[in-house]
């Protein structure tokens, strides 16, 4: 995910020392997803101002530490730019399962995964398998700063649904409370959650989508996140076995 960029946030009254061992966890998991090979998302800073100036990370600044299975979906209602839509978190509900994928326009490696992600969401959404329960939801979802990238404003979205012919709404986060709440860090970042009757959804996957990234000429197969989506579609438990972890 690009790094979420606030610009004027409130800096909560946190002792300098405190930040900065909260930070030296971020650098780790920073560390990793950049090895993993993810865009980080342009999160607006809540640092104190002091440790601001000693901590200047230009590729990306996370604010969260990610989440584990298990989690519960966190409660939404953001917009759709292409149509005006307000969509909530229980519109969904009807659903065995929900994909929440944190995207943006701008990042590489998300248009690395554009095309297979439209087919792997077009299939599973419909769901023609006599073996697999009722279709999977999707939603995306960007909250990239558009401070930092403008290219990732609501016109511009609008834009990318529609010439890609997203068969999912793509929603505003323009707050980015939403990432927060959902532990987003970074994009592309997938969370699959299964929904048992009145149950909330719960997390059970959270992800890469395959092995193949924009420098390594691995073919894009989604075959990581459709092994997980399956296992949900069809009753069976997900592998706790997830790269990124």
Known sequence: MATVATAGAHAPDVPQRAFLATRTKQLSFLSTSLKMGFNLLQLRS?????????????????????????FRAPHFELPEPLTGKMWKLEDFESYPALLVMFICNHCPFVKHLQKDIVKLSNFYM???????????????????????????????????AKLFNYPFPYLYDESQDVARDFGAACTPEFFLFKKDGRRPFQLVYHGQFDDSRPSNNLPVT???????IECVLSGQPVSSNQKPR
């Open 46 to 70: 809540t640092a104190p101002a002091t440790a601001r100036k000693n901590l200047i990370i230009r590729a990306a600044r996370i604010e969260s530490q990610g989440v584990s299975l298990g």
């Open 126 to 160: 419909k769901v023609a398998n006599p073996n697999l329960l009722k279709g999977l939801a999707v939603v995306a979802i960007s909250s990239n700063s558009v401070a930092t990238h403008p290219q990732d404003g609501p016109e511009f979205m609008a834009e990318e």
């Open 222 to 228: 989604g075959r990581d996140i459709r092994l997980a």
